[in-house]
């Protein structure tokens, strides 16, 4: 399980002349198992905040622990095993592999780890079963929508059971009974195996699920609100495309 806390974090970026704030002095403590939702307008922080937790972007100063390691002091080589092992990401550009099948994606990291390849095999196509793409194995991207590529996204995020998944807008290619699909998915993977999500949405179907809702405006945490989440929040599942 992960636990994230940071501290004090602080992140700027240069456009032209001008400097834009991504964290101010930001101060967070989510405890292992949790569901967390950032929410906020476009500039607000939530992807320069998931970004600095997956060790991917460098704040300026602050500190961040994830599962107990400080990985803002972590040097390549640990980041990257860290990265592997413990965290699962969805990107909004949801970054596959052009070159390789759905199924191949989605094993992808379960490969570097190591896994036999039988195992790896398994895992994906049941991985791809349950996101709804059965049958889509072999598509390469291009040949996929949108909404399937996030649909493979996904679930190379979470075929390896990361112990932390940082979601970047994950439903926003998504229909409604996909999406609520999705999020059943999330849940029980937060459940059963009490995998830490934080997850940047607008979506309110998404924020449905959170045991958190954290709202940030201009680099800020401005409200960070807890809520009860009722045993089954979406119960329509099925594949929309």
């Known amino acids: 399980m992960s636990s994230v806390v940071c501290e004090a974090l602080c992140k700027t970026f240069r456009q032209g002349e001008e400097t834009i704030i991504g964290l101010d002095r930001v101060d967070l403590l989510i405890e292992p198992g949790d569901f967390v939702c950032l929410s906020g307008p476009s500039g607000s922080g939530k992807t320069t905040l998931l970004n600095a937790i997956g060790g991917l972007d460098i704040p300026d100063s602050g500190i961040i622990r994830v599962a107990g390691k400080r990985i803002d002091q972590l ?3 640990e980041l990257a095993d ?3 092992n413990n965290i699962g990401f969805v990107f909004q550009a949801y970054n596959l592999i052009p070159v390789l099948s759905a199924r191949e994606n989605v094993e992808f990291v379960m490969q570097i780890q190591g896994v036999s390849a039988a ?3 398994a895992i994906a196509r049941a991985i791809l079963e349950e996101v709804g793409l059965q049958g889509m194995e ?3 991207p291009a040949q996929l929508s949108g909404g399937q590529q996030q649909r493979v996204a996904v679930a190379r995020a979470i075929a390896s059971r990361p112990t932390l998944v940082l979601a970047d807008e994950p439903t926003a290619n998504l229909d409604s009974k996909t999406a609520a699909h999705l999020m059943d998915l999330f849940a ?9 999500f934080i997850i940047a949405t607008h979506d309110p179907r998404v924020m449905a699920y959170a045991r958190r809702l954290i709202k940030m405006v201009d680099g ?3 409200d960070d609100i807890a809520q009860l989440v009722p045993d089954s929040c979406a119960p329509v599942a099925g594949d929309g495309e």
């Open 75 to 77: 040097g390549k080589g």
């Open 82 to 84: 860290m990265r592997l």
């Open 119 to 121: 195992k790896r095999g």
């Open 138 to 140: 072999q598509r390469r």
């Open 188 to 196: 029980r993977l937060n459940q059963s195996h009490d995998t830490t």
């Open 220 to 222: 800020r945490i401005v």
